[in-house]
């Protein structure tokens, strides 16, 4: 297996990180969002490497003491390998560092494998938003870790 390790997102990363939010995600996001991601104080973008390959992305936002995670995005033939939760870990150390309370996130009503992981790491269904997702107005669950 091919050692994966998670660091902090740089510029030279961004064309394999459109890629990759392209490939995961019917709306990705702009193209100049994840270059604003890398120069704003309160966000927290990695990268998943394997082998000098970006092959996952993740985003965490710092709003007081409150982490959201934004973003989690791997690349199709490294799903089912535990780099979603190489990056969620991360993200997640990261919201322990700054000091965050709580983490939250939102997913897809039918996105069974992320709700699992966010439930593995101990995030529990504290609500929902219906129609959330423009893309085909599917509702989000959010879901909120806290931390002790």
């Given at each position: 297996?091919?050692?994966?390790?998670?660091r902090?997102?740089?510029?030279?990363?961004?064309?394999?990180?459109?890629?990759?939010?392209?490939?995961?995600?019917?709306?990705?996001?702009?193209?100049?969002?994840?270059?604003?991601?890398?120069?704003?104080?309160?966000?927290?973008?990695?990268?998943a490497?394997?082998?000098?390959?970006?092959?996952?992305?993740?985003?965490?936002?710092?709003?007081?003491?409150e982490?959201?995670?934004?973003?989690?995005?791997?690349?199709?033939?490294?799903?089912?390998?535990?780099?979603?939760?190489?990056?969620?870990?991360?993200l997640?150390?990261?919201?322990?560092?700054q000091?965050?309370?709580?983490?939250?996130l939102?997913?897809?009503?039918?996105n069974?494998?992320?709700?699992?992981?966010?439930?593995?790491?101990?995030?529990?269904?504290?609500?929902?938003r219906?129609?959330?997702?423009?893309?085909?107005?599917?509702?989000?669950?959010?879901?909120?870790?806290?931390?002790?």
């Open positions: 297996m091919k050692r994966i390790y998670v902090e997102m740089q510029p030279a990363d961004l064309p394999s990180v459109h890629e990759i939010d392209r490939q995961a995600f019917s709306m990705p996001w702009p193209p100049d969002a994840y270059r604003h991601e890398i120069e704003d104080e309160h966000s927290f973008p990695v990268v490497v394997a082998e000098g390959e970006i092959i996952g992305v993740g985003v965490l936002w710092l709003v007081l003491d982490a959201h995670i934004a973003t989690i995005a791997v690349r199709p033939e490294w799903r089912g390998r535990g780099v979603g939760r190489l990056i969620l870990g991360r997640l150390e990261i919201a322990r560092e000091n965050a309370r709580l983490a939250t939102e997913v897809r009503v039918g069974y494998a992320a709700q699992a992981l966010y439930r593995s790491f101990g995030f529990e269904l504290v609500g929902w219906p129609r959330y997702y423009s893309d085909n107005r599917e509702d989000a669950l959010i879901m909120t870790l806290r931390f002790v």
